[in-house]
């Protein structure tokens, strides 16, 4: 009720979409990243005619298998940007979108025909203010400048607590000066429309800063007995309150009757859509005919089509092939997939030459040199995660990479959560996956975090165990991207041996045997990353003393569960219940995979500060100990 009038403004005098074709490219993207405020979105929506959301939608609020759930989802809501709820990460999925706007007009505008042209809009509340990730992304749109970003602060004052200043008492105007941003105030947002309009038009006017209106306003305004109060933050009015606020507004018409003269103004939104959309479809055509060949990469973007052939750049290696970290692996794969790829675009929080993450020849995303894909983010994790989300669900076929060590995904595990929850398509590349990273100690050294990761609904987790599975990880990365799924996968800081059965097609498979025997095993040796080349060796040892040994690496349990129960029972036969599983890192989780009689070696504490190779011997994890548990199943 607060806001309604700074979104009346913006979606009736300025937002350019077209409510008929949500889809429509160069339309303006718009988050309420106040997401639970979002019956505001759905009331906008349905006034200016979208189809996705009806007045029988509207009364289904958050209502089971309902178009109005109580968080804008965009997977849920046609015409919805982004996932919103957790607060802060909608500020800083608007950053992603206007990073993914400026990089394509960058590359593809020309100085004749302006092809990409468009501004992302954002609601903020005094809850995203507090959150650090908000602060994280917006400092970095500030160093950006990026231009074409504008913020509506609704600065009312309160939370779910109470009144804000318990807790909350900065000038948040200067915090966002500081970090570089156009800053102005609306002190009446509740009546004073015209000077909504005015700071909009200013922000416009201001090309080489993010823009932040603060427009003061009163949470409820209406409600006499409620506004300004926590008691309307979350809560339903009542029915005696609702009386009372239609009677102090004014509002003599039924619940959910809207009057011909206000649905008929705001639906003037699908006329105007339907112009605009013409009129760049009109600049696209001239586009095509004098710049073909930057339509048709262009055309393809969009279209959410990969080029033909992209993955035939992958290598594959053979064993005696130089032994690398599975991190150095990764930066040869991301190196081939560049130049044939141009939709990918990313880089690390500050530990580009750990995480090894450069696209060499390709530039650094900074002011006045959008057109380059190496995004510099900062010892910003959190922000970092969210910024891709936007920039995945951009609308543009752009492939978004973050990267950082492994045990920092802690960081950022709700932006990692909304990937998989939004059906966002990043990659996420992650190094230093083990105890075997070394003198970092504990605090660096990831024990429980695969396991965390891979509880995670819709996230594809992946742990390489050499380069060719390191190729195969990128393919199944990249198509998984193109499909709206985000696919997360851990790196080694140690060098790995290339494996003789590891293949492209069994990372696919998420496992698969790279050792086999004659027959039926005696024993499964089950591995990840790098401790599946300890396998491999252990089993070198079983074989040459007579026992009947499988080797299999599983790099990703989601993709394994993924294949139908006659391949899994090829895998991992059910009439073979010794097994034992080598992973350095917790064993939650595992017991499906043991079998009845099985074993596991794992690593079910912190780690400890030490060279990497003295951590391994330490927990266990060599050849020697592999063969004794595994001499020890075997009886």
């Known amino acids: 009720m607060g806001a309604a009038p700074m979104a009346f403004v913006l979606w009736d005098q300025f937002m350019r979409f077209n409510p008929k074709n949500p889809k429509w490219f160069n339309r303006d993207r718009f988050v309420l990243s106040a997401g639970h405020g979002c019956m505001l979105q759905y009331a906008l929506m349905y006034l200016t005619g979208y189809d996705s959301v009806t007045l029988d939608d509207i009364k289904q609020f958050r209502q089971w298998e309902s178009k109005t759930p109580g968080h804008p989802e965009n ?61 994280e992304a917006c400092s970095l749109a500030g160093h950006l400048q990026l231009g074409k970003l504008i913020t509506l602060y609704d600065d009312n004052h309160i939370s779910i607590d109470g009144s804000t200043d318990i807790a909350f008492t900065e000038d948040v105007a200067k915090r966002f000066e500081a970090y570089g941003w156009h800053v102005q105030h609306v002190e009446n947002g509740n ?135 599975t991190r150095k692996h990764s930066e040869i794969c991301l190196n081939a997939l560049a130049p044939v790829l141009p939709e990918l675009i990313g880089g690390s929080a500050d530990l580009t030459h750990s995480n090894l993450t450069e696209l060499k020849g390709f530039g650094d995303f900074q002011p006045g040199q959008y057109q380059n894909r190496n995004v510099r983010f900062g010892v910003r994790e959190h922000g970092m995660g969210a910024i891709c989300n936007g920039m995945a669900l951009h609308g543009s076929g752009l492939i978004p990479y973050g990267a950082t060590f492994l045990v920092f995904t802690d960081y950022m595990r709700a932006a990692i959560r909304l990937s998989a929850l939004s059906r966002a398509g990043v990659i996420w590349v992650m190094t230093h996956d083990s105890i075997a990273l070394g003198e970092d100690g504990p605090t660096h050294q990831p024990v429980e975090t695969i396991a965390a990761l891979r509880a995670i609904p819709q996230l594809t987790v992946i742990r390489p165990a050499d380069g060719t599975e390191t190729a195969g990880a990128y393919k199944v990365a990249v198509l998984n991207a193109n499909q709206h799924r985000p696919t997360l996968m851990a790196f080694s800081r140690q060098n790995v041996p290339n494996l003789a059965g590891s293949s492209i097609e069994g990372v696919a498979k998420g496992a698969y045997p790279v050792i086999d025997c004659e027959g039926t095993p005696e024993l499964i040796l089950i591995g990840t990353g790098a401790e599946v080349g300890l396998c491999v060796q252990a089993a070198e040892k079983l074989t040459a003393s007579g026992k009947k040994v499988r080797v299999v690496s599983m790099p990703s349990w989601e993709l394994f569960e993924a294949q139908d129960a006659a391949y899994k029972e090829s895998v991992l036969p059910k009439a073979v219940a010794k097994r034992l599983v080598v992973e350095a890192g917790i064993s939650m989780g595992w017991c499906k995979y043991m079998g009845a009689e099985g074993d596991i070696l794992s690593v079910d504490r912190f780690g400890a500060s030490a060279p990497g190779g003295v951590c391994m011997e330490k927990f266990g994890f060599t050849v020697d100990n592999v063969v004794a548990k595994a001499t020890a199943l075997l009886g």
């Not at 997977?75 to 990460?89: A, D, N």
């Not at 025909?113 to 995203?128: A, F, R």
């Not at 909009?200 to 993010?210: L, N, Y």
């Not at 209406?222 to 606020?245: C, F, M, Y």
Request: net charge negative; proline share 5%; hydrophobic share 35%.
């Open 75 to 135: 997977f849920e809501t046609e015409g919805v940007e982004v996932t919103t709820g957790p607060l802060g990460q909608g500020i800083c999925n608007g950053v992603g979108l206007a990073m993914a706007e400026a990089h394509l007009a960058a590359k593809f505008n020309k100085p004749d025909v302006t092809l990409v042209d468009h501004y992302t809009y954002v609601i903020v509340g005094d809850g995203c203010n507090m959150e650090g990730v908000s602060g």
């Open 191 to 325: 009546t004073d429309l015209g000077a909504i309009h005015k700071a909009i038009e200013a922000a416009k006017a201001v090309t080489d800063k993010p823009s932040f209106i603060k427009v003061t306003t009163t949470i409820g305004y209406g409600s006499p007995n409620k506004q300004n109060t926590a008691g309307i933050h979350g809560a339903a009015l009542g029915t005696d309150e609702i009386t009372a606020t239609r009677s102090n507004l004014g509002w003599e018409h039924d619940p959910f009757m809207i009057p011909d003269d206000a649905l008929g103004h705001m639906r003037k939104a699908v006329e105007r859509g339907a112009s605009l959309e013409a009129e760049w479809n009109e600049l696209w055509a001239q586009y095509k005919t004098k710049y073909a060949e930057e339509a048709a990469e262009f055309d393809r973007l969009i279209s959410n089509q990969l080029p033909d052939g992209w993955d035939k750049v992958l290598p594959t290696y053979k064993p005696e092939d130089k032994s690398l970290a």
